[in-house]
């Protein structure tokens, strides 16, 4: 018997490592998981998913947004051991992901698929696309 979301998807990664931490419900977006993939092979280096799938409450208790892309099983924050955040966003962006949060201080970024305009925002400032 194994234990729940122990799937390997690719050889990069396991749907455990995109559930919610407080109930293990987990959503994910086939276009999110082509990307996130895409960015791991580009930049070939381990990618780490601090958030993936949030319920509610969970979104709650992180402080998320009400209409948080990663309630959808949209959005991912991930951070790359000794890789520059910004040479990330740059990669990031390159690949199609459509908001990217930059969060400097706590090394990593948010990635989503929203549709609509792309945005880059840095804390509550519009930097790019
Ligand atoms: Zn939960
Ligand atoms: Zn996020």
């Known amino acids: 018997m194994g234990i729940i979301n122990d799937i390997e998807l690719t050889e990069y990664f396991s749907l455990y490592e995109f ?3 407080c109930c293990r419900r987990v959503m994910l977006s086939p276009d999110l998981f082509a990307r996130l993939n895409h960015l791991r092979m580009v930049i070939n280096r381990p990618v780490y998913i601090n958030s993936g799938y949030r319920c509610k409450e969970e979104n709650k ?3 998320g ?3 948080s892309y990663h309630l959808l099983g ?4 991930i951070h790359v051991k000794d890789f520059l955040l910004f040479d ?10 459509n908001g990217i949060g ?4 706590k090394n990593f970024l948010h990635l989503d698929i ?4 792309k ?3 840095k804390g509550s400032k519009l930097i790019g696309y």
């Open 88 to 97: 990330l966003l740059l990669f990031a962006q390159g690949i199609g992901f």
């Open 119 to 121: 945005r880059v925002w």
């Open 114 to 117: 929203r549709p609509g305009p």
């Open 102 to 105: 930059f969060y400097e201080k």
């Open 19 to 21: 559930e919610c931490p």
């Open 74 to 77: 949209m959005a991912v924050d």
């Open 61 to 63: 208790r992180v402080g």
């Open 65 to 67: 947004v009400s209409g």
